[in-house]
Nanobody, 124 residues
Framework: QVELVESGGGLVQAGGSLRLSCAAS????????MGWFRQAPGKEREFVAY????????YLTDSVKGRFTISRDDAKNTVYLQMNSLKPEDTAVYYC?????????????????WGQGTQVTVSS
């Protein structure tokens, strides 16, 4: 079992920045691939970014490329999502997720564990 706890959400003006953190416990963090998803009101939960295990590669969805960065610190059992140049359309609840597998990480079904989410609101 893995427990994930997100933090760092909040209210920010358009063009601002936030850094989300997700602390994991309960299993060797370095063995897990980690992802971020988001869900806006009335919309499906969508993929944002992932980072593979063991210091592996990262991937971000097109709408956030060049603005968001995903990273992990295995010594701290934490994954981060640095969000810059935020837009009102980035407003959503952001969820951290962990996967035992290392493929197909761009979809919800790949992930075994989920956090409770943290709200990000970007005002125009």
């Amino acid at each position: 079992q893995v427990e994930l706890v997100e933090s760092g959400g909040g209210l920010v003006q358009a063009g601002g920045s936030l850094r989300l953190s997700c602390a994991a416990s309960g299993r060797t963090f370095s063995s897990l691939a980690m992802g971020w998803f988001r869900q806006a009101p009335g919309k499906e939960r969508e993929f944002v970014a992932y980072v593979r295990r063991n210091g592996g590669s990262t991937y971000l969805t097109d709408s956030v490329k060049g603005r968001f960065t995903i990273s992990r610190d295995d010594a701290k059992n934490t994954v981060y999502l640095q969000m810059n140049s935020l837009k009102p359309e980035d407003t959503a609840v952001y969820y951290c997720a962990a996967a035992s597998r290392s493929y197909g990480l761009g979809v919800r079904l790949a992930y075994d564990y989920w956090g409770q989410g943290t709200q990000v609101t970007v005002s125009s």
